[in-house]
C-alpha cells in the first residue's frame, strides 16, 4: 500500500470542494464509511470541538434564563399534524416511525423529531396557565432528523444534525420580539466573539420563512467558495400554533390570552462547518483557541541519551499547562520531527512548544504559532501565562482576518448584470428591491430563478432604500441582499 503523504497541502480557495473533504478525511472529523447516506460518525476531533461550542451556548442560554429539558425523540404523528404550514414546510422531510420488529403497524405513526415546537406545544398547554408563569423560557440539545433530498455534505447538510432549539412563551408579540432580538445578541456573543465567526443577521422574506412562522430572522455567513451558509436562525412563531395548541394564560385580569412563541435554532454541527472553512488554510485546520481540541501540543526532541531528561521536562511543562486548565499533550509517537510538526499543523493545534536539551540548558522553549506560522523564544518557567495570553490574541487575530475578509465581499450593485456578475465571484450583494413586505413577486422569482441565487432578505434594522429595483425599475422599497447558497 502506498504510503500516504504526511504533508497536507490542498488550496482551499481555489478548490474549497477538495480541501474540505480532504481535511475532514485526514483529521478525522467525521467518517463517512458508515454507510447510510446523508448520516455520519462524527470523530473526537470534531466532537471535542463542538462539546466546547455546547458548553458556550448552554451558559449563555442558561444564564438569560432558558432552562433545559430533555424531550422524547419522536412526536406522535397527531401533535404534528396540528398546524398547517408547519406540516407543508416539513412533511417531506419527515422519517416516520410505523411498525415494530415483529412487523406489527404501530397504532400510530411517529416522527423522528425533525424540529420540536409540536412537542413542546404540547407540554406548555398543560405547564402554563397564568401570566406568572410567563416568561416560559426553555431549550433542549439534541440531533433532529431531516429526509434532505438536495445534496448531502459532511457537517453542512445532513439528514441527522446536532443542535439546540429553544422554545419559548410570552405575554405579547413584543416580548416575543425583544427573545429575538436576544438570540442575536446570543449568537454575536458565540459566534462572533468565542468563534471568531463573522456573521450578517437577515429579516427572511415571505416565502423562505420557517414553517409556521411569522416572522425569521437568520444568521449568514460566507464559505471561501463565496456560498451563503445560514447559521442560527430565530423566529416568531405564528399564534396559529398556540392557538392550536390550546397554550393559553390568564391575564393579570382574569382574562384569557394566547401566549405568543418563539424559537430559534444553533445548530451545532453546522457551525462546526463554518470553523473550520473560514479559518483553516492549505495546510489544515487553525481552530480558534476557545475551542481547540487541543490548545498545545509539546514535542520532545532527545536522542538515546537525554531521552529521561527531555520527557521528565515535557511533563512538567505539560503539568503546569493542565492546571492552567490548557488542554495539552506531549506527542510521543515514532513519527520523525517532520511529520509532528506537519500533523499538528493540519490538526490545526494553536501553539507547538519544541523542546530538547539545547531549550531545557536556556530555560526557554520554542513555540510555534499557527496561525501566523511563526516561532518565538518563551520561558519555560510561567509559559501557562504566556499561552494563555497568547489563546486570547490568537482569538483577536482570528476574528479580525475573518471579519476583514467577509466585509470585503459585502457588495453593492445597481444593475442585473452586475449582480450576477458580482454572485458568480462569490460576494453577497446589497441591492434594491420593489416589495417592502418581501411577499414573493415576479422580480423575486427572477432574481433566483435567472441568477441561481437567493433572497436572503432585509437587515434587522431597515436600511433606506435608494435607486431602483434591479428587475422592473420601479422604485426601491427596500434593500435586499443577494448570494448563492448550498
Ligand atoms: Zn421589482
Redesign the pocket.
Known sequence: MAKEKVTFDFDKKGDFSEWYSEIIKRAELGDLRYNIKGFIVFQPWSVLAMEKTYDFLEETLQLKGHKPYWYPVVIPEKNFLMEKNHVKGFAPEVFWVTETGAGEKLEEKMALRPTSETAFYQMFSIWIRSYKDLPFKTYQRAQVFRYETKATRPFIRSREFYWIETHNAFDSKENAFKQAEEDMQTTKEILLDKLCIPFIFFERPEWDKFPGAETTFAADTLMPDGKVLQLPSTHIISQNFTKAFEVKFVDEKGKENYCWTTCYGPAVSRIFAAIISIHGDNKGLIFPFSVAPLQAVIIPIYNEKNKEKVLKESKKIQEELRKAKIRTEIDLTDKTMGEKFYYWEMKGVPFRIELGEKEIKEKKATVFLRHEGKKTKEKISGIEKFILSEGTKQMDYLKKKAVKEFEEKIVEADSIEKVKKAVEEGKIVKTG???VSMQG???AEKIEKEMNASIRGTKFIKEKPAGN?I????KAESVVYIGKSY
Open positions: 428591491f420593489c416589495s413577486n415576479d422580480c429595483c428587475v422592473c425599475k420601479k
